[in-house]
């Protein structure tokens, strides 16, 4: 856990914005007649009680990811000092680069080839690019950073990242076939995308994990943003990672992951090597009763994620090693976050049933990452309860139930943020609104991609894709329907469970 106390920035943004959080609760005790808390108490009792999950589980979270990054981790980390042979005897590397910014591609490999020389082991580096002159810029920037002890070899992406991915690891299988026997289960694979900058110290602390645990079959690390063109997209993405951590700490505990980011994940190379493996990455799908045979056009992290949970591997998260992000996209805070999260929460979505059937037990998922799991499917109604009660509340029983909702959001938020900050980020009073408009917007998407599983979209720059399984007039109407169905039902509960219109049931 990492509170910057020591630096009198951090720690002033901190006291501001917990000062700003807490002025709005105080408002609203100030100006909000002592009748109303008296007279609508029941109201506020039922909105304060189907929060109580959302609650109890964001502290059960709290006190894993506390434990997991002030005990666990450490305890792993001297294991791992202890090591007479800490690497491996083999490391590959696999970067997709498809048409990147030459300053991004700079700084990608810039970093890699610096980190890579921190290690002592043989380097194998596989790049998957789309043009001869990307392919000669990349040889460039290696040579020119002191890379020449690297194994420095390049494909061609011709058909999207899945079959790109697919392609290199086959490529690497073949490759080592001329390379000098080493063994296979202590070889490591790392899978990142060619806009991500590793952190120093990358390779030193995680590959050891791999020798400590023989059962350890992947690992992934944290991240933050590197730099994106608007100060309210920064704060979003730091938001968003610094949950990222809070949650990944929590589900490590039980020596499982719920993603294998792109960004950068570490695989071991009988796993990732594998022909099951590389069938997943590149023609995995699901059978919906709907739209029938869904081919997964994106979520590669997602497929990986599951292959390695399927086979019953332990997996670890790395919290003191940092991936940045580049986020160079051009476009309005709205467009760009609805549409990451229309493709993070529809391969989430994708992923979820199948994760959730492999069950309980020692060779399947831990008690608490299936609770996990389900919970994915529980928070897409659970975020709407307490702003949507307020809403009806506010409109059929009195409008100060609506200040009040909002005095209650911005204390338990200020809370919340604290938790977050653990992580080092620097507070913000507009971080709490976003964490209201990731709660409220989030619960949205996750709503139309659970009933519109066969629409994917994918866009980078000038380039996308799309594909959407299930295109008869009756499958459309099917999904519209079951979702307004759903949502009119949900509205209707939450009415008669805070007594606007009386229950059917007497």
Aim: glycine share 8%; with cysteine.
């Amino acid at each position: 856990m990492r509170f910057n106390f020591a630096n009198s920035g951090w720690l002033a943004s901190a006291l501001f914005t917990t000062a700003v959080c807490l002025s709005v609760p105080a408002l609203v005790l100030l100006t909000v007649p002592d009748r109303i808390f008296a007279q609508y108490r029941e109201a506020l009792f039922v909105i304060g009680f189907f929060g109580a999950w959302r609650y109890s589980w964001f502290l059960l979270n709290a006190l894993r990811s506390a434990f997991f990054n002030l005990a666990r981790y450490p305890a792993l980390r001297r294991a791992c000092l202890k090591l007479p042979r800490p690497l491996p005897q083999r490391l590959y590397v696999v970067v997709l680069s498809y048409k990147e910014r030459a300053d991004t591609s700079e700084a990608c490999f810039t970093a890699i080839t610096r980190t890579l020389r921190e290690v002592d082991c043989e380097k194998v580096v596989v790049v998957s690019v789309a043009t001869p002159e990307e392919a000669h810029f990349i040889r460039g920037v290696v040579e020119r950073n002191g890379g020449h002890g690297i194994d420095l070899r390049f494909t061609k992406q011709a058909h999207g990242k899945r079959y790109a991915i697919g392609h290199a690891l086959r490529f690497l299988r073949e490759h080592r076939k001329n390379l000098p026997p080493s063994n296979p289960h202590g070889d490591v694979v790392l899978l990142m995308d060619g806009d991500s900058v590793l952190g120093d110290g990358i390779f030193s602390k995680c590959l050891p994990h791999f020798n400590l645990d023989p059962g350890l079959g992947a690992l992934t690390t944290n991240e933050t943003v590197r730099r994106s063109p608007r100060w309210i997209i920064t704060q979003w993405f730091r938001l968003k990672f610094a949950k990222r951590h809070f949650y990944m700490s929590s589900h490590a505990l039980s020596y499982r992951v719920m993603t294998l980011t792109g960004r950068g994940s570490f695989v071991r190379a009988s796993i990732a090597l594998s022909s099951e493996f590389i069938r997943y990455l590149e023609q995995d799908y699901i059978d919906h009763p709907l739209h029938g045979r869904i081919r997964f056009l994106l979520g590669d992290d997602k497929s990986t994620l599951f292959c390695v949970l399927k086979q019953g591997w332990r997996m670890l998260y790395v919290p003191d090693v940092m991936v940045y992000a580049n986020e160079d996209r051009e476009v309005p805070f709205g467009q760009l976050t609805t549409t990451l999260m229309v493709r993070w929460y529809g391969n989430m979505l994708r992923n979820n049933a199948r994760c959730l059937s492999l069950g309980i037990g020692r060779r399947r998922l831990p008690l608490f990452i299936w609770l996990g799991f389900l919970d994915q499917r529980l928070s897409m109604w659970t975020g709407l309860v307490g702003p949507l009660s307020a809403l009806l509340a506010g409109i059929f029983k009195s409008i100060y139930l609506i200040p009040i909702y909002f005095g209650w959001v911005f204390f338990v938020r200020a809370i919340q943020l604290w938790v977050f900050a653990s992580s080092g980020v620097r507070m913000s009073p507009v971080m709490i609104p976003l964490m209201l408009y990731d709660q409220i917007v989030g619960s949205v998407m996750k709503i139309h991609g659970i009933f519109h599983q066969g629409e994917q979209h994918w866009s980078k720059g000038d380039h996308s894709s799309s594909e959407i399984s299930g295109e008869s007039v009756y499958q459309v109407l099917h999904s519209r329907l079951a979702m307004t169905a759903s949502c009119l039902l949900f509205v209707a509960f939450l009415l008669i469970v805070l007594k606007v219109v009386p229950s059917p049931l007497g």
